[in-house]
C-alpha cells in the first residue's frame, strides 16, 4: 500500500477521533492541546505502518488503542470513561474496515485494478465509512454539545456521497461513474449551503455578544442612576446637616467660622456629588460621569450646559440610550489619546433638545483594529434608531482628527 496513503488514512482516523471526543467528552483547555494532537497522529502513524510491515495485526489494534487512550487524556474524565470511549471508537473503526470489504466484494468493485490501487481505495472507503457511523452516533446522542440535529444529518451526506465517488471513480464506468458525477455536484450544493449556515449563526453569534455587552453598557447606566438617587439621598440629610452647624455659628456671631465652614463644604459637595446638575437625574448621572471618566485618564472636559429639565420629553430609558452610548464612546477614545480635550454642549429651547459633543480620536493603526468594532458600530445606530423614534436627526463624523455627534430632537409630546 501508498505509504502516503496510509499516512494520511491516519491522520484522517486520529481527526474524525477528535472530533468524537470534542462532542462527547470536556476538553482540557491548554496551550499545549494544538502540539499534542498533531504528535500522537503522526507518532500513531508510524507505530501502525511498522507494525503493519511485519504483519502483527494484533499489535496494531493495541497500538491504537494506546494512541488514542493518550489522546483521551486532553480531555476531563474518569479512566473508566476514557476507556469506554476509546474502546468504542476502535470498534467502529474495525466494523467501518468490515463494511468496506464488504461493500468492494458485493459490488464486485476493483476487478480491473491492481492490488496496492484496490486496497487504497478501500482504506479510503473504510475511512469515510469510520467517519460517517462516528456522525450517526453524534447524530442520535441525547446530550450534544453544540450542533443542532438538522445540521448533524445535513452534514452527514457529505461522507455518504464521498462513498459514491471514490467508488465511481474507482470503477471508472456504467452506472456508478455517473452516480459519481452526480454526487460530485451535489457535494458542491451540501458543501455552500454548510458555509451560508456557518455564515449566519457566526454573524447572529456575534450580534448577540454584541447585544450582551449592550445589556451589560446599559446595566451600568442604570447603576449611574442609582447611585444618583443614594447620592440625593444623601445631599439631602448632609445639607441638613450642615445648615444648622452653620446656623449655630450665625447665632454665635462667628462669621469668621461660618464662612470658613461654607468654604469647606462647597468643596467637599464638588467631590462628593454630581458636578452636573440641571434637574434631569439621567443627564446629571451621565454627563457627570462623562466628565469624572475623561479627567480621569488626563483629559479635560469643556461642558456648556443650558437645560430646562422640563422640555425634555424623552423617557429616561432612550435618554440612557441615547447618552449612554454616545458618552461610552467618547470614554473609550480618550482613553487612547493624550491630554484630551473633550467639548460638550447640551441645550434646550423653545421647540428642540439639542446635543453636540466633540472628542478626539485615537490615530494608533492598532486601535482602529480593535475587536469590538461591530459593538461601537451597533451602539451608535441604537442612538440612531432612539432618536428618530421621537422624530428627531443624528449624525456622526469625523473632522480633523475629531469625532462629532450631533442630535436634534424635537420638544413634542408623545
Known sequence: ?????FALAGIFDMLVVVIYFNAVLERRHTKWIYLAIPFLSVFSCLGSYYLTIYSYQSWVV???IVMLLLLSFIYKGGLLSRLFHVIFTQVLAMVSELVSILFTRISLFGEDMGDVEKESVELVISKLFFFLLILAVLLFRKKRKSIPRKYLCLFSLVPLLSILVVYGLADGHGVAWGFSLLAILALNLIVYYLMYLLADFSTRQAREEMLQKQIEMQRENYEQLSQSFKQSNRLFHDVNKHLRQIGEYLNEKNWEEASRYLTHMEGTMKKSYN???CGNLVMDSIISNLKYQVESVGGTFYLELHIDASQIKIADY???????NVADNVVEEVRFVEASEVYAS??????????HIKNPIARDKKRKKRKDHWFHGLG????????????GISSF??????????IKIPNNEE
Open 1 to 5: 500500500m501508498n505509504e502516503f496513503m
Open 62 to 64: 493495541i497500538w491504537s
Open 275 to 277: 458636578v452636573v446638575n
Open 318 to 324: 432612550d435618554l440612557v440610550t441615547i447618552l449612554g
Open 346 to 355: 447640551l441645550e434646550t429651547t423653545e421647540n428642540e433638545f439639542l446635543i
Open 380 to 391: 451608535l445606530q441604537n442612538v440612531k434608531e432612539a432618536v428618530e423614534m421621537y422624530g
Open 397 to 406: 463624523e469625523v473632522k480633523q482628527g475629531y469625532f462629532e455627534t450631533m
